[in-house]
């Protein structure tokens, strides 16, 4: 189906909400102000949400520290880790009682609690006596405890059975109260979890089915949510066609059990990019439903008002029911997953936000949602859910003009309160959001509702804040007033760079002719230079070198950023030309056109602030001053892994610099860097200050390096050729030129008992086989916590049995061929030996008949970290455990990482922030990435190069850059030697 781009411009989508009819809003400051004052007078029980957030607010310290615990110190298996985890955080916080608790009894015993613990528990790094041990680990357990019963607050149960037992116990009370139990759990990253997950909902089911009233409809009945993401390891826009396969069997299972037993079910909102398959999968549904159950009226969508194409959602789930003739559910919510949502847009520089950056844009949404459900009842049962006084008075004004039928809706552990007092004055039924699965399984669930609930911005917070005046509380969401929103992603890094434009891979619309031009693309071929051609070029270069320098910095800067337009506007092309030369998949072709563009961006506006004439200070009667200027013909020889970005990269420094350039790329991939040369051409680069000369290493490189007009090199390659180079500059006669190079690593990521492995295995896949492992930053070799080992591994394995290994025209290919048959033939070789040597963890399949130079993903247990003695460019990963013998700890782990030479990029996956800093202060690499993936280094942003065996340095894209490809002249003048110091004379009499 088709909805509206995600990235339309957020005020276009606001002024089309305020035309909707509005609310009679002082009616719903009456309605909700007695409850708000009664809430406030009666406040909820210690450990509800909102009295938490109250207690220990995200934006102290002691608020940031009880999160993190929550997120992380149940799973951690060892009590060595444990008590690290515990006093990195309780020393990073206090939690003395006071403050005006409205329950100081409890409140003073927690605080008490987690002050004793602070005071206890030793510093990370040092060596407790046994007495300081034995208190650590006392403390340790009963934090451990006291989160046990915080996440008995937030999930009902532990199981299905104890959660109907539970909602029993509820129901007591509150006979009509109805529940939606969610089987939680993170989204499946192998396809035994999708099997465990559709295993527990059939289960739950069965058991929501047999305590059900046999003449109970769906809307009276307890129901089910189901989350998509767990019921398939790949549930992503890209894998759309295995889904329709795969996938949708799964869930009509699901959906006939619970139409049987005519209960509801709920499919559960994902992120934006998932959106519209998300649709498309319910309208499948949807069709089958009429077809096998078209009496059967429970189920039901999750609509998340904060994205911008809510009300376009719920009007197409209006059209849907219509169509099928069918009574379809809707639980309309705020949203889950806003900061993330922010952050991909940020990341990928789309044109703008798929979610509101505004709390006020989303009340609003919400508003012209419920109007639209309340509008299309009875074809659409409308279920609100909401914590927030002043929406749950709007939608029952609303309800009342229509005569609706409606439920409203809470999460378990919150807003209590308020609903204890709209029930008390309107006859409202009312659904409960439970939670249902182990405590150690749902920390990220609950970390998520405490973000999302502790934001000052929150209902929820501002609620438990007595501070917060009522008018403030209820505002009417039509009075827009006050910020304006977030910059969009263009913006990003401020003025002086706009962020490189993007397409969203998840939208058909510019996804398409991506494709189709990367289908119809063919490779030209690219002349090679002969040593006549190297000698002419080299000539012309050294003549037009003083004509470029001397081109003012702001000329030079101009020609990079109208090169980078250039590059923007035939993004498809070059696209196309990466797919088809470099044998990219299109995902790392446009993050590889976005990256040069970006470097032509940043070094324009890095050269026109650091190559202005700098003043120094002096005596007087003299003036000082400070000049960089180009040092001659550079010559810049870049690798096929990154033919554009890296090619664009050098070549763009060297050139705004003031220098003449001679661009030798891989002889893999000439195609894609005449392509660019001619670009910047075109865009004011004189032929006499870049020529391209393409052949291969020993012959052309070689011979440029060679040349006495050569005035320093820029080189990304192997350790191997720079050495090679560096050797060549040291040999000839005439002036001492630098070497800028970057090259590998046995880059390495260390993983301890605190991290959660669903992120691990998310980011070494990512780190380790995107790109077929064919990037300098790739993970080679993971090094596993030992009480963690088996259970990450176990998942990661599930996890490669996923990756598709395939063609890099079809978009559902996650693993491509690698560069040539050479490299093909040596990375086998290394298999080979790694099949005979150490113990294979997991081999991703390759499909039948597949043709090229493709190598499956695997990965191989070795037993030390020693046996990793160089870098292996592909799709292979070494792992190696530590945590006991010679590498019982983290710091020898990162010496002995340190002593195979290299030094580029280091993972860190833990909760202990202490450890990350004093990992990232002990190894020596040149980017550490803690709790994320460790490829994809933004320009500006995280500056890329190395040390040791992985390069000389400066970074690329970073601030010390430029410095190298410029020599400095001081200029001193003596302005007194011509009749005196004037300005002196006349100023000091």
């Known amino acids: 189906m088709r909805l509206p781009r995600p990235d339309r411009p957020e005020a276009d989508v606001v002024q089309a909400l305020l035309r909707q009819p509005a609310l009679r809003w002082d009616a719903v400051r009456q309605a909700a102000t007695p409850w708000v004052q009664a809430v406030r007078e009666h406040p909820a029980p210690f450990w509800a949400m909102e009295s938490l957030l109250k207690e220990y607010p995200l934006s102290r310290p002691e608020g940031l520290a009880l999160m993190r615990l929550a997120e992380a110190l149940l799973r951690v298996p060892d009590v060595e880790t444990a008590m690290a985890l515990a006093a990195d955080q309780l020393g990073r916080a206090r939690f003395d009682a006071g403050g005006g608790s409205a329950h100081p009894l409890l409140a003073g015993l927690s605080a008490r609690v987690l002050e004793l613990g602070r005071r206890l528990l030793p510093a990370e790094g040092s060596a407790p006596g046994l007495l300081q041990r034995l208190g650590a680990q006392t403390v340790v357990a009963a934090a451990v405890r006291a989160l046990q019963l915080l996440g008995r607050q937030f999930v009902l149960g532990r199981h299905i059975d104890e959660a109907l037992h539970e909602a029993q116990a509820q129901r007591a009370g509150q006979p009509a109260l109805r529940f939606s139990f969610d089987m939680l759990g993170e989204g499946a990253r192998t396809g035994r979890d999708a099997e465990r997950y559709l295993a527990a909902?059939?289960?739950?089911?069965?058991?929501?089915?047999?305590?059900?009233?046999?003449?109970?409809a769906p809307e009276q009945a307890d129901g089910i949510s189901i989350?998509?993401?767990?019921?398939?390891?790949?549930?992503?826009?890209?894998?759309?066609?295995?889904?329709?396969?795969?996938?949708?069997?799964?869930?009509?299972?699901l959906v006939e059990r619970a139409a049987r037993a005519n209960m509801n079910l709920t499919i559960d909102a994902e992120e934006s990019e998932r959106l519209e398959l998300s649709l498309d999968l319910f309208e499948a549904l949807a069709a089958r439903v009429a077809q096998a159950w078209p009496q059967w009226q429970g189920l039901g969508l999750a609509v998340q008002a904060y994205q911008t194409r809510s009300l376009e959602v719920v009007q197409e789930v209006a059209r849907l029911a219509a169509a099928y003739r069918l009574r379809l559910m809707v639980r309309l919510v705020k949203g889950a997953y806003w900061d993330d949502e922010i952050k991909r847009a940020q990341e990928l520089g789309l044109a703008g936000y798929p979610v509101y950056t505004r709390?006020?844009?989303?009340?609003?949404?919400?508003?012209?949602?419920?109007?639209?459900?309340?509008?299309?009842?009875?074809?659409?049962?409308?279920?609100?859910?909401?914590?927030?006084a002043g929406t749950i008075a709007a939608v029952l004004q609303m309800a009342r003009e229509r005569g609706a039928a409606f439920e409203m809706q809470r999460l378990h552990g919150m807003g209590e309160g308020i609903y204890r007092e709209v029930l008390k004055r309107e006859p409202v039924a009312l659904r409960v959001y439970a939670p249902v699965g182990e405590h150690r399984d749902l920390l990220a669930y609950l970390v998520r509702r405490l973000l999302e609930n502790g934001a000052n911005s929150s209902f929820v917070h501002q609620l438990a804040d007595a501070r917060v005046p009522l008018d403030a509380l209820l505002v009417s969401p039509f009075n827009l007033q006050g910020d304006p929103g977030l910059p969009l992603p263009a913006a990003l890094y401020g003025p002086a760079r706009p962020n490189s434009a993007s397409v969203d891979l998840a939208c058909l619309a510019d996804r398409e002719p991506l494709y189709a031009t990367a289908r119809d693309t063919a490779v030209p071929t690219v002349p090679e230079a002969d040593a006549a051609a190297v000698d002419a070029a080299m000539q012309r270069l050294h003549a037009g070198f003083a004509r470029w320098d001397a081109t003012p910095v702001a000329g030079r800067g101009a020609a990079l950023r109208r090169a980078a337009e250039a590059l923007e506007a035939r993004r498809a092309e070059f696209c196309g030309l990466l797919v088809r030369e470099a044998r990219k998949v299109m995902a790392d072709a446009v993050a590889e056109v976005r990256e040069a563009v970006d470097f032509l961006r940043y070094y324009a506006a890095e050269a026109e602030?650091?190559?202005?004439?700098?003043?120094?200070?002096?005596?007087?009667g003299e003036s000082n001053e400070l000049r960089l200027r180009?040092?001659?013909?550079?010559?810049?020889?870049?690798?096929?892994?990154?033919?554009?970005a890296i090619f664009t990269g050098q070549v763009a420094a060297a050139l705004v610099a003031g220098n003449s350039v001679a661009a030798k790329p891989a002889e893999q991939t000439p195609a894609v860097a005449q392509r660019m040369v001619a670009l910047l051409h075109g865009c004011g680069v004189p032929e006499d200050a870049l020529q391209l000369l393409h052949g291969p290493g020993e012959t052309v490189g070689a011979a440029l390096v060679r040349d006495a007009r050569c005035a320093g090199v820029a080189f990304t390659g192997s350790t191997e050729v720079a050495k090679a180079i560096q050797r060549s500059l040291a040999d000839k006669d005439g002036p001492i030129v630098p070497l800028i190079a970057e090259t590998g690593g046995i880059n390495a990521m260390l993983v301890d008992s605190t991290a959660l492995p669903e992120q691990v295995v998310d980011a070494v896949i990512q780190s380790a086989f995107r790109s077929a492992g064919q990037r300098c930053s790739a993970l080679r070799l993971l090094c596993l916590?030992?009480?963690?080992?088996?259970?990450?591994?176990?998942?990661?394995?599930?996890?490669?049995?996923?990756?598709?290994?395939?063609?890099?025209?079809?978009?559902?290919t996650d693993v491509g061929p690698v560069?040539?048959?050479?490299?093909?033939?040596?990375?086998?070789?290394?298999?080979?030996?790694?099949?005979?040597?150490?113990?294979?963890?997991?081999?991703?399949p390759l499909p039948a008949g597949l043709a090229g130079d493709h190598l499956a993903p695997v990965a191989y247990e070795v037993r030390d970290i020693a046996e990793v003695r160089e870098e292996v460019f592909g799709p292979v990963l070494h792992v190696v455990r530590w945590g006991s013998g010679e590498l019982a700890t983290p710091e020898a782990v990162i010496d002995r990482v340190n002593a195979l030479g290299y030094g580029l990029t280091l993972g860190v996956q833990t909760r202990i922030e202490g450890r990350a800093l004093q990992v990232a202060q002990r190894a020596r690499v040149g980017n550490v990435y803690v709790n994320r993936n460790m490829i994809g280094a933004v320009v500006g942003v995280q500056p890329f190069g190395g040390e040791g065996l992985s390069g000389t340095g400066p970074k690329a894209g970073g601030p010390h850059y430029l410095l190298r490809f410029a020599s400095e002249q001081t200029l001193t003048i003596n302005t007194a030697a011509a009749g005196g110091n004037a300005a002196l004379l006349a100023g000091g009499r």
């Open 201 to 216: 909902y059939h289960h739950a089911i069965e058991r929501i089915a047999r305590e059900q009233p046999a003449d109970a």
């Open 227 to 253: 989350k998509l993401s767990a019921l398939h390891p790949r549930y992503e826009p890209a894998q759309r066609q295995r889904l329709f396969a795969e996938l949708l069997p799964r869930l009509w299972t």
């Open 359 to 388: 709390k006020q844009h989303t009340d609003l949404a919400y508003l012209a949602c419920a109007r639209v459900l309340l509008d299309h009842a009875p074809q659409v049962f409308p279920q609100f859910a909401t914590h927030n």
């Open 609 to 620: 602030q650091r190559f202005a004439p700098l003043a120094l200070p002096g005596p007087t």
């Open 630 to 644: 180009g040092r001659g013909v550079f010559v810049c020889i870049s690798p096929w892994n990154f033919p554009l």
């Open 785 to 812: 916590h030992v009480h963690i080992a088996d259970a990450v591994l176990r998942m990661l394995a599930g996890a490669m049995q996923e990756l598709v290994v395939g063609d890099p025209l079809q978009r559902s």
């Open 819 to 844: 560069i040539d048959a050479q490299a093909h033939a040596a990375l086998a070789r290394h298999v080979a030996r790694l099949d005979a040597q150490a113990r294979l963890v997991a081999r991703t």
